[in-house]
C-alpha cells in the first residue's frame, strides 16, 4: 500500500509541473535561464515515469498476492491487457482534448489527468490494506536460494546471455525512436498536436494484435526464436515505410509505420520472453523475468537518451553542410536515425541466428511451454 500511494503522489507532483516546464521550454517568450525549461521538463518526466511504474509494479504484485495460485496468470494477463487498453483509450482522449490547442488547453488537460490519477488510485486503495494481511506465508528455517546461485543455474550453457543480448539490441533498436516519432511527425509532415498524441494509440494498437497472433501461434508450437526474428523483419519494414514518409509527405504511410513498430516489437518481446522461460524449469521463471525485464529497460533508458543526442548532433552537422549539400533538409536528422534502427535490428537478427540453432537441436518431450500475457512484464 505504501509504495502504492508514494507512486501515485510522486506522478501527481510530475503531471502537476510538466505543463509549465514544457511552456518554458517552448519557442515562446522565456522568463529565467535558458536551462530552466530543460531541467523542469526533464524532472516532471521523471516523477512520472518513477511513480507510474512504482505504482503499476506495486499493483501487480498485489494482484499475484490476492489471487488464487491457480488463477494468477489470468488475473495478472488481464491486468496487463487492461494497462494496454488504457493506454490505447488514453491516447484517443488526450487526442481530441489537444484537437484545439492552445497553452491553456495544454495545462488544464495535464493537470486534469493529474487529478484523475489521484482519484481513480485512491478508488483502488480503498480498504485494501486489510486484504493483503496475513497472504503470504513464511515458513521458519526456510532459506531461498541466493540470486548468484539462482543466476549460475539460469545462465549455464551460454544460451541466456546470447539471449540477453539479442534481446537488448532489438529493444534498443525498437526504442531508439520514441521520442523522435511526435517531433517526426508534426515538424515534417506538418501533422497537428492530437495527430501526434494519436500515434501513441496506433503502436498500442499493433501491439495488442501482436500479442494475440503470438498466443495463438505458439500454441501451434512456432519456434519462439522464429517469432521474435518475424518480429524483427516487421521492424525493419516499419522503420522503412516511416524514413520514406517525409520524401512522400505521407501522413498514411507514416501512421502504417507506427502500427507495424508496435506490432513488431510486440512480437519480438513475446518471442524472446518465452524462448527465455523455457531455458530453464519452472523455479527459474522469476529469474528469467527479472533477466529480461532489466534489459529491457536498460536498452529502453539508453535508446531513449542516446536518440535525443543523434538527432541534435546530427542537426548540427546538417546545418553546418557537413553531411553534403543533399543532406541539409530537416527530416535527415531523423531518417538517419531510422536508418540506424534498420541496420540495428539486421544485427540482431545475426545474433538470433545461434539460438534458433539450438532451439531446433533441442529434444523437448514436454514440447513448448503455453504463452500468457501474464508472461510480460508491463
Known amino acids: ?32 535561464p535558458s536551462w530552466l525549461g530543460h531541467a523542469g521538463t ?53 487526442e481530441g482534448m489537444l484537437r484545439d490547442f492552445s497553452a491553456m488547453r495544454l495545462i488544464q488537460v495535464i493537470q486534469g489527468t493529474a487529478v484523475f490519477t489521484i482519484v481513480v488510485n485512491v478508488i483502488s486503495l480503498w480498504k485494501q490494506e486489510p486484504r ?10 526456510e532459506r531461498r536460494p541466493l ?53 501513441t494509440a ?31 523483419l516487421f521492424g525493419v519494414i516499419a522503420f522503412a515505410l516511416v524514413t520514406f514518409a517525409g520524401p512522400l509527405d505521407s501522413a498514411a504511410v507514416f501512421r502504417a509505420g507506427v502500427v507495424l513498430i508496435g506490432f513488431g516489437e510486440g512480437l519480438f518481446g513475446v518471442g524472446t520472453l518465452s524462448f527465455a522461460m523455457d531455458l530453464r524449469d519452472a523455479s527459474q521463471h522469476g529469474i528469467a523475468l527479472g533477466a529480461w525485464g532489466a534489459v529491457f529497460a536498460a536498452a529502453e ?4 537518451a542516446l536518440s535525443g543526442i543523434m538527432k541534435d548532433w546530427l542537426t548540427l552537422l546538417s546545418a553546418k553542410g ?7 533538409g530537416p527530416g535527415v536528422p531523423y531518417s538517419t536515425v531510422y536508418v540506424v534502427e534498420i541496420v540495428v535490428l539486421f544485427v540482431t537478427l545475426v545474433a538470433l541466428g545461434p539460438l534458433f540453432d539450438v532451439r531446433r537441436a533441442a529434444v523437448d518431450t514436454a514440447g513448448p511451454r503455453a504463452f500468457g500475457l501474464a508472461d510480460t512484464p508491463a
Not at 531508439?176 to 500515434?199: K, N, R
Open 301 to 304: 533508458g539508453l535508446s531513449f
Open 132 to 141: 493483503v494481511r496475513g497472504v503470504v506465508e513464511y515458513q521458519k528455517g
Open 322 to 328: 557537413a553531411l553534403g549539400p543533399a543532406l541539409t
Open 202 to 232: 496506433l503502436m498500442a494498437l499493433g501491439a495488442v494484435v501482436a500479442f494475440w497472433l503470438s498466443a495463438q501461434l505458439l500454441k501451434r508450437r512456432m519456434d519462439p526464436i522464429r517469432l521474435a526474428a518475424m518480429g524483427a
Open 1 to 32: 500500500m505504501p509504495f502504492l500511494w508514494g507512486g501515485t503522489m510522486v506522478q501527481f507532483a510530475g503531471l502537476s509541473i510538466m505543463p509549465f516546464a514544457l511552456l518554458v521550454l517552448s519557442d515562446g517568450p522565456r522568463v529565467g
Open 42 to 94: 526533464a524532472l516532471a518526466f521523471l516523477l512520472v515515469g518513477a511513480g507510474a511504474h512504482t505504482t503499476q509494479t506495486a499493483g501487480l504484485a498485489l494482484a499475484t498476492d490476492l489471487a488464487d495460485e491457480e488463477k494468477r496468470p489470468r488475473v495478472i494477463a488481464l491486468m496487463y491487457l487492461t494497462m494496454l487498453l488504457g493506454t490505447l483509450i488514453s491516447a484517443l482522449v488526450l
Open 147 to 199: 540470486f548468484r546461485d539462482a543466476w549460475r543455474t539460469f545462465a549455464q550453457g551460454g544460451q541466456a546471455v546470447r539471449l540477453l543480448t539479442a534481446s537488448g539490441l532489438g529493444f534498443f533498436a525498437f526504442n531508439l525512436q520514441d521520442v523522435l516519432l511526435e517531433p517526426y511527425g508534426g515538424e515534417i509532415l506538418h501533422l497537428s498536436v492530437a495527430s501526434t498524441t494519436q500515434l
